[in-house]
């Protein structure tokens, strides 16, 4: 089953995004979660998830003390939109290249934005400052080459996208007030290229979202595998750009280990090895300057990714354990064994309360049943319900295989006494992951703060972390007040040496959202350093951006931000791709005017 | 089992490695091949093989038609050198600064080159032009620091090396007349600095070589896996500045994937990057700048590598299959599956032969054994002897899981219809890896020019490329009258996406051995033109050097070259790493002279 020539495919999201996708928020219109009368139900059929939550009702009411009759989800869609920079010359030069491009303000605001709870609160109140000047789509390689060719020629500015989807507001538009700011689309740009069975490579252009690029495969017997939580909305190109990292890396690798090739279109010639090959030794391997280049190298236009055929068994399952520590234990020992399922992930007490409680309004029988859980549980094994911490897995691959990865993960789980918690559970995990932030999303309109962060780890400092930056966030809420809070963490990814882990923080305080926020804000930025005081990184896969880039020289040391400059000005001398991301802003304003000099 | 205190190790080689290793050719001084009264033997006792060859000996006199009369082992160690270049405020601020150092003829002499075929020709017929000035051996990262603000203060060109096992010319002294050359020799920089059992990491010095650190983390119960066929000799400096490759890559990795941290001085300060975290997205990954450099951006000092526990079982095996490209499916198969043994090597008809008739002169035994597998595999099998190929693989880990792993590779195995070749033969391959460049040297001695080069190619061009080549070669050999040669090759490694392939090209022509030599050269870069048109690349672990510069910008286009300058200029804005590796010697001169002008 080999493809030799380019394949058109159909995008499950239109051109016009706001069609179909929340322009002031996570996701899809037609799927929210709604409190009407002081009932909370899912609506929308796109997830296997619906109807009423009465039990997570009275949970979240429980611990954010919230008052279901302020519930407040309306956001007013603007009709005016801050005035456009427009560049005459550059417009004429892409239409007389028949590039298409629009200035239609939803059109520029949709795309001049991130998911952060900042991003959406600036969306929400009309609080953006700058936003893109023009959206150009081009659709090939080639144009991509002529939009770079203008900019450069017309001091324009150019920010590549693709779902924005990032939470670092690396897609956030910066603050730039002299040149015009094109915002490059890249989802137009989404054939499959070619397809080698024999080799099992597949080569896209990279505008390609997540689940379209699933679906094609899916239909020719082949799978990715990549599956970052944005993958409904995100790009390959966003993926290579922000150096991401999916759930099953465990079996399908990271974003660097998929792509053997990678096309870049720089402010100074196109990047790209000369050779489709496995693994090679010549010289520095500078397909490692394009992946985690947040936009500001160049645009990244196809790659050629490693495939394989899909699995013929997908199986969920999950344990529960006694707690947090002896879950992190077990997932290291797995991942010292090497038999890490593809997907693996221990969420602690109060994630398992709320997954447990995700499901709509209990009935007579679901009742019984976990009542005799509760009792297997705590009676008969002695786990304290309030300790209890689960681990949900996804197998992959032929039957026979899965039956003896599972045979040889359970042994491992033994060990560490846990309990099976069935396929259910483990597949409502995996399926609770693309509900985050719509519940992120919801807790807002009740006005409560929610947002995650992650760090990656290595395994002997990983229970410190988690029990040094829950006690730092309790201590910050506590401190100034915030009596109604909720802090939580998850092992996602596991590697030999390390894990990546998220935190999540949730609070209601104050009546106005917006000084919540800035509260969040600083909590978030002491529980970083706090991060990185016991020993944790900066970004496991949601990359640096605007939001952390304060932190980069410390990461990288002076002679990494001096490698980057130099790279930066190789690559684009002219600063066009002026996104503002890993080194800050007014440094990059800096380089500007040194170029301007000269 | 933590250690938390640098451990000196007492490394198996001396700091004058002249005493134990040969200064003219590869390997111990006490191991080789000799040929006395026309009869061929292996003296020594460091490698499981021994004793006469005779079978060996007809066979190769059958190919090349050796008159073993004209043996000519026999090579003059100089006695005069090279006058020095000097630069006494250099070696006074090493003085200053109790860094070691020599100007001794041998002690520079040794460190000059590398082993390709015309390093060893110049050491044996003293034809090289430049050596090293001055060889300085510092003890830790501090010293480095400081030696390389000395060849900064005093344009000193400093050429970093470890085993000088490289056969891509990068450790050979470059043509530079005007500045003092100043060797560094890392390998007294070998201490084991740190061990976590819990993170399976170690940090090492990076002059250790391979067989030390086997040794060393043996001892605590560990290993690192990464076994290039240099191994014994080579450092983990060599391999992180080459971009290597072991012959267990598939279950421990190549030297990129076991690198977790390291450490360079460069010109311009220490790269390096500030935490130890198993992954990451924080801009682009500066390692892979290091990685790769063959010695023209820095000096590596130290590294934090990952290690595993030493295996319970490790497990020889051979496979016998038809032909060679039934060979290849089968390998393409395992990889498709990742089911592929820790090492697995495809040797085509003539190494398999070759390998057989490799043992010590045949007992009435063995005779008999040899003849009943003749019977087998080809009266049963239905093979025929002069294309059957043999799969040597080793397995490793419990012994449960190395069952379990064997079953799966048989079971590949026999849907193409391969006949287990035993332990033995396994064995036999694993340790004639050793040996390879032990024969050359031989060979060299009885007029035969040999050599390899390796590749790195998608699967479906395997076949098509081993054919092409081996036909090119064969082509050019008859067209140069050379009726005497040998032209093979071997599938080393494998890859989701294709493979590693080695060639080997032997031939008897003229009686003066220094103009077959430029022969083969010839013949090599036109086979390496045709592995390069079949999509096969530069290199897939031998790395760049200078012997393959010529090709380097094709293979990383223009953009990709100006990429490599920039950052050779923000790192080493002097050109003291003066290797003149990857971009050619006259380019780095040009560069220099615009330092200078500057």
Redesign the interface.
């Known amino acids: 089953m080999d493809i030799n020539k380019p394949q058109k495919v159909t995008s499950v999201l239109p051109k016009r995004r706001q069609d179909v996708l929340r322009w002031d928020g996570w996701g899809y219109k037609d799927c929210k979660f709604v409190c009407e009368k002081e009932r909370v139900s899912f609506v929308g059929d796109r997830y296997p998830i619906s109807g009423r939550m009465d039990n997570f009702r009275d949970w979240a009411r429980g611990i954010f003390n919230v008052d279901l009759t302020k519930y407040n989800p309306a956001a007013v869609q603007p009709t005016t939109f801050p005035k456009a920079v427009r560049n005459e010359v550059f417009l004429r030069g892409l239409s007389k290249n028949g590039i298409d491009y629009s200035d239609d303000g939803m059109d520029r605001l949709v795309r001049s934005h991130g998911q952060t709870l900042t991003d959406v609160e600036n969306l929400r109140k009309h609080k953006y400052k700058r936003i893109a000047d023009v959206i150009v789509w081009p659709n090939c390689h080639d144009q991509v080459v002529q939009i770079v060719e203008l900019a450069n020629a017309n001091d324009v500015a150019l920010i590549p996208v693709g779902g924005n989807t990032s939470v670092s507001m690396a897609s956030t538009t910066p603050a730039i007030h002299d040149r015009t700011i094109a915002v490059v689309d890249m989802t137009q740009m989404n054939r499959l290229m070619w397809l080698?069975e024999?080799?099992?490579?597949a080569c896209f252009e990279v505008g390609i979202i997540g689940q379209d690029i699933e679906r094609e495969l899916g239909k020719l017997g082949f799978t990715l595998g990549h599956e970052p939580d944005s993958h409904e909305f995100s790009t390959l190109g966003g993926w290579i750009a922000?150096?991401?990292?999916g759930m099953k890396q465990n079996r399908y690798g990271?974003i660097?280990d998929l792509v053997?090739r990678v096309k870049m279109v720089?402010g100074?010639?196109?990047?790209?090895?000369?050779?489709?090959?496995?693994?090679?030794?010549?010289?520095?391997?500078?397909?490692?300057?394009?992946?985690?280049?947040?936009g500001t190298y160049g645009i990244v236009t196809e790659a050629v990714v490693?495939i394989?055929?899909a699995p013929e068994v997908r199986r969920y399952e999950s344990l529960v354990f006694s707690d947090f520590e002896t879950g992190v234990h077990f997932l290291?020992e797995v991942a010292?064994q090497q038999m890490q399922a593809p997907s693996m992930r221990l969420i602690d007490n109060i994630q398992f309360k709320c997954a447990m409680l995700l499901d709509p309004v209990a009935n007579w029988y679901t009742g019984i049943v976990e009542a005799l859980k509760h009792f297997y549980l705590t009676a008969v094994c002695g786990f304290d319900m309030d300790r209890i911490v689960a681990v949900t897995l996804l197998f992959e691959g032929d039957a026979e295989n899965v039956t003896?990865h599972m045979q040889g993960v359970y042994a491992i789980a033994k060990k560490y006494g846990a309990v099976k918690g069935g396929e259910y559970n483990g597949r409502k995990g995996y399926t609770l992951t693309f509900l985050v932030a719509y519940i992120r999303d919801f807790a807002w309109d009740l006005n409560i703060v929610g947002e995650s962060f992650e760090t990656?780890?290595?395994?002997?400092k990983c229970i410190t972390l988690c029990a040094n930056v829950k006690a730092c966030i309790r201590r910050e809420c506590e401190r100034r007040g915030i009596k109604y809070f909720a802090v939580s963490s998850r092992v996602t990814?596991s590697?030999?040496?390390?894990?990546?882990v998220y935190f999540y923080l949730l609070f209601k305080h104050l009546d106005i959202p917006e000084d919540s926020l800035k509260l969040f804000m600083e909590i978030e930025e002491i529980a970083r350093e706090e991060i990185l005081a016991c020993?944790?990184?900066?970004?496991?896969?949601?990359?640096?951006g605007k939001l952390r880039s304060k932190w980069?020289p410390?990461?990288?040391?002076?002679?990494?931000v001096?490698?980057?400059?130099?790279?930066k000005?190789?690559?684009d001398p002219k600063n066009i791709f002026a996104a503002g991301n890993?080194v800050r802003q007014e440094q990059q304003q800096q380089q500007q005017q040194e170029v301007n000099k000269t």
């Open positions: 080698s024999e080799n099992l490579m922000t150096r991401a990292s990271n660097e053997l720089t100074n010639g196109v990047l790209e090895k000369q050779f489709t090959a496995p693994r090679v030794s010549i010289g520095p391997d500078f397909d490692h300057v394009i992946f985690g280049s947040e490693k394989r055929y290291r010292e003896q990656s780890i290595a395994w002997d990814q590697y030999d040496a390390g894990c990546c020993g944790g990184t900066l970004s496991h896969h949601h990359g640096v980069y410390d990461c990288v040391s002076q002679v990494g001096g490698l980057y400059r130099a790279v000005k190789e690559l890993l």
